[in-house]
């Protein structure tokens, strides 16, 4: 109640004060006081009283002054909710005049004294007379002389003596500061930084220890952790006569706190004063369960805490810290899991661009997935592969990526297409293969044919010629750029654990082949919860298989090809069964959407007119008459099942076959056969039926009984919409939302790449839909198929296979639905474990 918080409170261990009305410096200097560390005396204003100086009203400063004494000097810093969402700058030495000056040259020297001074009238005269900073360029650095020049100046811009009054003084820094909080700039920034439109300001006033004068006195900030690896390691910076964070500034030369190679430290200058901080500091970290960087003044040898910040880290040191603080027992297990923001653990998963590293950027797209690395231009597959031969890290630049260009993208390390969005070819397999890839970057103009890449600066790029990919951020940038190594290490694995227990809802991985499977366990996910089958063809020796058994034209000639494919699919569904170890594993019958699947150019075509026997021209024919208008809504999923049985006939005995050869020698297994999609019940039924009789057949010849979990994809919106009558049919629906995020909207997966950028800036989609559910109106269908489908079958699996389940946001929609599990790219498994911790927890 506003009316009840007092404008001024002296910061004492009862005194009240919160976050909410106080803001987080004040809350926290409240703590460091409770601690009984040597913190100077600070009154804290409120919220309300800042927002009423803001206004006009200026309440009655001897409140607060009469807290201090008379001769003390000040300090005004911010204290808002959240430090993230800036603030004014500090102002020190409030309340120095003619009489103060002429005492603290006594007591401090002239020298001291004048510097004091100096940083005042220079802060007031920026920050709250708003001079230009420029009026003071010509003035000396430091010394009696160059204030009285300063003074001189700042008389002359403003035709006034420089205020002498401590009151007055105090009183135009409060007005300055909290007038900046409420300027539309600095509001328009915290919001976009997530503050509310209404977040307050607190100020806190403190007295000043100065930091210079006789003695031993300075400045500096310690910290227990490094902020890059969170690793223990006494940091931070010592700066002899100096105040606020001037140790920090550019250009200082500081000293370093604890004694090295690296010359004079802290240490050995004051090693009383650096015991007591170390002290000091393990106290905060323990009491405030946090680790905090200190910021300090010596005066004369004696220790003063100004403050206490939580320490800057990056992601490694976020885990790190946070594992650290629970093991000590300052924090519980399921807090650390807290601790760690489930979106930035990508940075651990994968190469980074260092974060101090210069970033020459040529253009941007959509971060499809995350890691950076650094090569050479290539702009085909072949190159690709070339390049590899030789050594040579590469890059593949396409326009988007087919199949074919699945090789190339084996050899590069990064991957850059003009089209795409988040769920198209490149980005797609690019998540699998955990390969940074950029989609959709039409800022950039791709001239594939002159094999030449031209920058949004005009500046143009050739193959052979070196680029680093984002893949986190979406930037490319020209040359190579400094990157800091993946970590995974034991404090990784003890955060992941936790996570785990903490946990209520199932994580499995999509993959397509044995290396993705591999991934899935070093990540440990639960199961495989899809492995696109035709993705097991995307080998060149392979692909042509596939081709030709598109091309069939008679069922004799299909059943040879099919005849050919059986052996290659029962090795790769055997091997998966391996790794797997007795995890459940989901097979997906093909599912080929056929322009991803035909061949594109030439070479294509001749190569295929080769393998088949057949004149280059018969096989453009029959690219042509294959050729569909719409093949996203063509003849792919279960509607090639159902006019060409034979080939699910194949898989499925593929899978049974290899399931009696699995369950030989290890760990029994229990395949998971799954239709895409469907839109009828009926093909639910004609599949269903057949696969019954492969099963049969199996068993017969094998003389091995075995069991097999037949199920659903969800992915069209009738299939939601019908689901009821679909779910007594199977023992799992899963929700492919690529297809159903594509087929609700009438948004091609393929296109949207190009205006997507333009919808999110303009409003029309808060996020890319392809990236994070629509929960709106995806996620209303989703809501209808789970309901329908467990209202007709109550035991019904469910699940969502998509690529929005690596998603935290995803994740908590598909919890709160009473989804069974999720399933993403294998290497989005454990973000996707912490994110769902955190839910749960
Ligand atoms: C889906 O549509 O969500 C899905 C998982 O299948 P695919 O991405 O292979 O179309
Ligand atoms: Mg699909």
């Known amino acids: 109640n506003s009316n009840q918080t007092p404008f001024a409170t002296e910061i004492t261990p009862s005194a009240c004060i919160a976050l909410s009305t106080h803001g987080g410096r004040a809350k926290c200097l409240q703590r460091l006081v409770r601690l009984d560390l040597p913190v100077p005396r600070t009154v804290a204003l409120s919220f309300d ?253 004696a220790v003063h805490i100004l403050d206490g910040v939580r320490v800057a880290r990056t992601a490694r040191a976020a885990v790190r810290i946070a594992v650290g603080l629970a093991q000590d027992g300052i924090i519980p297990p399921e807090e650390a899991v807290m601790r760690v923001d489930a979106h930035a653990l990508n940075e651990l998963l994968h190469r980074q661009i260092d974060p101090d590293a210069k970033r020459d950027v040529i253009g941007t797209g959509i971060a499809a997935s995350p890691g950076a690395a650094t090569g050479k231009l290539v702009f085909t597959a072949a190159e690709a592969q070339a390049s590899a031969a030789r050594n040579e890290r590469c890059i593949l630049v396409r326009r988007e990526t087919s199949p074919e260009d699945v090789r190339g993208m084996h050899a590069a390390v990064a991957v850059l297409t003009e089209k795409g969005g988040m769920t198209s070819h490149a980005a797609v397999i690019g998540r699998g293969l955990g390969l940074p890839c950029i989609v959709g970057a039409s800022s950039l103009k791709f001239d594939s044919r002159r094999k030449r890449l031209k920058a949004e600066d005009g500046r143009l790029f050739r193959a052979g010629d070196v680029i680093t990919i984002d893949g986190s951020s979406g930037q490319v940038l020209a040359g190579e750029a400094k990157t800091v190594e993946a970590a995974q290490d034991e404090t990784f694995q003890t955060l992941m654990g936790w996570a785990d227990a903490a946990r209520d809802i199932g994580i499995r991985a999509n993959a397509d082949t044995q290396m993705d499977a591999q991934t899935a366990r070093n990540f440990d ?98 690219v042509e008459e294959l050729g569909e208008y719409n093949p996203m809504l063509g003849l792919r999923g279960v509607r090639l099942g159902v006019t060409v049985p034979e080939i699910y006939d194949m898989q499925a005995r593929a899978i049974f076959e290899a399931t009696v050869e699995a369950s030989k020698g290890g760990a029994l297994v229990v395949p998971e056969i799954m239709v895409p999609l469907v839109s009828a019940k009926r093909e639910v039924e004609l599949v269903k039926t057949r696969i019954d009789a492969v099963a049969a057949a199996v068993r017969l010849e094998t003389g091995c009984d075995f069991t097999y979990r037949f199920g659903v994809m969800v992915e069209t919106p009738r299939a939601a919409l019908r689901a009821e009558e679909i779910a007594p049919h199977t023992a799992f629906l899963s929700f492919g939302t690529n297809d159903l995020t594509q087929m609700t909207y009438g948004l091609s997966r393929d296109d949207a790449g190009r205006f997507m950028s333009a919808y999110v800036q303009k409003g029309v989609f808060g996020e890319d839909p392809f990236h994070v559910l629509d929960v709106d109106g995806v996620g209303e269908l989703l809501q209808l198929g789970v309901q329908r489908g467990r209202r007709a079958n109550a035991d019904v699996t469910l699940s969502i296979c998509g690529e929005h389940g690596g998603n935290p946001e995803s994740i908590a929609f598909c919890r709160k639905a009473g989804f069974d599990y999720v399933s993403c790219s294998p290497f989005r498994v454990p973000v996707a474990r912490l994110a769902a911790a955190q839910l749960a927890i």
């Open 49 to 301: 009283a800042v927002h009423a100086i803001a206004e006009g009203r200026m309440p009655d400063l001897t409140e607060v002054l009469k807290e201090f004494p008379e001769d003390a000097l000040l300090c005004v810093r911010p204290s808002s909710e959240d430090p993230d969402w800036g603030g004014p700058g500090a102002i020190l030495n409030i309340g120095i005049n003619e009489t103060t000056y002429t005492d603290l040259c006594t007591k401090l020297g002239p020298e001291a004294a004048a510097a004091l001074y100096l940083r005042f009238v220079q802060s007031y005269a920026v920050h709250v007379a708003r001079l230009d900073p420029d009026v003071f360029d010509d003035v000396e650095d430091g010394g009696p002389d160059a204030l009285a020049e300063i003074l001189q100046a700042y008389e002359a811009e403003t035709d006034e003596k420089f205020p002498q009054d401590r009151s007055e003084q105090l009183g135009a820094v409060l007005r300055s500061m909290a007038r900046a909080w409420e300027g539309t700039s600095a509001r328009l920034l915290r919001q976009a930084k997530g503050a509310p439109a209404d977040a307050g300001l607190g100020l806190v006033v403190q007295e000043m220890v100065p930091g210079l004068g006789p003695g031993v006195c300075g400045s500096g900030v310690l910290q227990l952790v490094s902020s890059t690896t969170g690793e223990p390691q006494i940091s931070g910076r010592y700066l002899s006569q100096s105040q606020g964070r001037d140790a920090l500034g550019r250009g200082v030369s500081a000293m370093y706190l604890e004694r090295d190679a690296r010359g004079e430290a802290l240490e050995d200058l004051a090693p009383e004063a650096f015991e007591s901080l170390k002290v000091h500091a393990r106290l905060m970290r323990a009491r405030l369960r946090e680790e905090m960087q200190v910021e300090f003044v010596l005066q004369d040898g």
């Open 525 to 622: 996910a639960q199961g495989i919860g899809l492995c696109r089958t035709e993705h097991m063809f995307f080998d060149p020796g392979r692909l042509t298989v596939m081709r030709e058994m598109i091309f069939a034209e008679t069922p004799s000639g299909r059943e040879a090809v099919l005849a050919r494919l059986l052996p290659m699919q029962r090795d790769d569904f055997r091997e998966l069964f391996r790794i797997m170890e007795g995890l459940p594993v989901c097979i997906r019958l093909f599912d080929p959407p056929l322009h991803e699947f035909l061949p594109t150019g030439q070479s294509g075509q001749r190569e295929l007119s080769e393998a088949l026997g057949i004149p280059v021209s018969e096989v453009t024919r029959r």
